[in-house]
């Protein structure tokens, strides 16, 4: 595992841990709050996450070339979260921006 340092491990490490923290959270929230749209949020963030696993899972290996489709799968997974994290924000924005009904 010499293809990154500690220091570039554990930010990477860290960084996967903190996604997966906070599509719970995002979840957690849409539950709580009834929010069904902030549901959408965290499924967008999902392909992201994918995305941080294959490099970390390609790192791991150093940078093996057998696994070269791990880097071409995780620009694959950035395209898509991006898009799903666009269109998860759009949803949300839009929700927000109707009237909400009484609660009773």
């Known amino acids: 595992m010499?293809?990154?340092?500690?220091?570039?491990?554990m930010v990477h490490i860290s960084s996967v841990i903190e996604w997966i923290v906070a599509i719970a959270l995002v979840s957690r929230y849409a539950t709580k709050?009834?929010?069904?749209h902030w549901r959408a949020l965290a499924w967008g963030m999902v392909p992201a996450l994918v995305s941080a696993t294959c490099?970390?899972?390609?790192?791991?290996?150093d940078n093996a070339s057998q696994l070269d489709w791990l880097v071409t799968l995780q620009a694959l997974t950035t395209v898509i979260g991006n898009?799903?994290?666009?269109?998860?924000?759009w949803?949300?924005?839009?929700?927000s921006a109707?009237?909400?009904?009484?609660?009773?």
Not at 2 to 9: D, E, G, K, Q, Y
Not at 55 to 61: D, E, G, I, V
Not at 98 to 104: D, E, G, L, V
């Open 2 to 9: 010499n293809a990154l340092s500690i220091p570039t491990w």
């Open 33 to 36: 709050a009834g929010y069904g």
């Open 55 to 61: 490099a970390c899972t390609w790192h791991f290996f």
């Open 83 to 89: 898009i799903t994290l666009c269109l998860a924000a």
């Open 91 to 95: 949803w949300i924005y839009r929700q």
């Open 98 to 104: 109707q009237p909400s009904a009484p609660k009773p």
